[in-house]
C-alpha cells in the first residue's frame, strides 16, 4: 500500500498538489487524470522516490518513502516513464531481464519469468533485437515489459498507452487489469474512456489545491468531468 497523508507534492518552488490524503492499495487499478501541468507525473515521479520535493507523510507499505533503500523500493516500485530514450544497443531479451535486478533470484528464474513476460507482452519475436532498432510503438512495449518483470506491489505508469496501436492498447490495459487484482497500479493517462473502462479508482487532479479521489463510479460523473475540463469551474 503506498500512503498519502497530508502530502504537498513541488515543482522547483511551486507547490502543484497541496494536503493530498490517498490511499492506494492492492487490488486497486487507479487512473490519475487532470489538465496538463497539474502535476500528475511530477507525483509519480515522487511515489517512485526520484524526487524529494514533496512535505507531508508518503509510506510504502507502512514504511516512509524517504526511508527505504534503493533495492527494496525497486522490489515495492516499478515506473514506466512517459517518455524514455535508450542509448545503449541492449537487446529486447537483455532489456526486459533489467526487470529482475532487484530480485536475488537464479538465473532459470529470471529467464523463466523473462520469457513469461515476452509472451504476455506479445513480443517474443523481437527478443534477438536491439532496442535501438525498434519502432516507439515496439519500444514503449519493451519498457512495459521491463516494468512487469520487476514484479513490484506497485506498477505506476505515466501514460503508458503512448505509441501504441488502438488493438494493443485494449490488450495491454487488460494486463494492467490482471497485475491490479494482486498488486497496486496506478496510472496516468489522458484517456478518460480507458480509465472509465478498467480503472477500478480514480484520482482527479482539478488544479487549485483541489482534487477529487474514490471509485471510478462515484467520480467519474458528469458533473465531475464538467469541472476537470471547464477553465472557469473551482471546486465550492
Not at 515521479?45 to 516512509?64: F, K, R
Not at 524517504?66 to 544497443?89: D, F, G, W
Not at 537483455?94 to 529482475?100: D, K, L, Q, S
Amino acid at each position: 500500500m503506498i500512503s498519502l497523508k497530508k502530502a504537498s507534492i513541488f515543482q522547483e518552488s511551486a507547490v502543484l498538489i497541496r494536503n493530498l490524503d490517498v490511499e492506494f492499495n492492492p487490488g486497486e487499478f487507479w487512473g490519475i487524470i487532470g489538465k496538463n501541468g497539474v502535476g500528475k507525473s511530477t507525483l509519480l515521479n515522487v511515489l517512485a522516490g526520484m524526487s524529494n520535493h514533496y512535505e507531508g507523510e508518503i509510506q510504502i507499505d507502512g514504511q516512509p518513502l524517504n526511508q527505504i533503500n534503493h533495492r527494496v523500493r525497486a522490489q515495492k516500485i516499478s515506473y514506466l516513464l512517459q517518455e524514455q530514450e535508450p542509448c545503449l544497443a541492449f537487446l529486447v531479451e537483455e532489456a526486459i531481464g533489467m526487470g529482475r535486478f532487484p530480485w536475488l533470484t537464479t538465473k532459470s528464474e529470471d529467464i523463466d519469468i523473462t520469457g513469461e513476460v515476452m509472451n504476455q507482452c506479445q513480443i517474443n519475436h523481437l527478443q534477438g533485437r536491439s532496442i535501438l532498432k525498434l519502432s516507439g510503438g515496439e519500444r514503449r512495449k519493451v519498457e512495459i515489459g521491463t516494468c512487469l518483470a520487476q514484479q513490484s506491489g506497485h506498477l505506476l505508469l505515466d501514460e503508458p498507452l503512448n505509441h501504441l496501436d488502438v488493438v494493443y492498447q485494449k490488450h495491454i490495459m487488460q494486463v494492467f487489469k490482471q497485475y491490479s487484482q494482486r498488486n497496486a497500479v496506478i496510472m496516468v493517462c489522458h484517456d478518460i474512456e480507458a480509465v472509465k473502462k478498467y480503472c477500478s479508482h480514480v484520482l482527479m487532479l482539478l488544479g487549485n489545491d483541489c482534487y477529487l479521489s474514490g471509485t471510478s463510479a462515484t467520480i467519474l460523473t458528469e458533473t465531475n468531468l464538467n469541472k476537470l475540463f471547464d477553465d472557469s469551474s473551482q471546486l465550492n
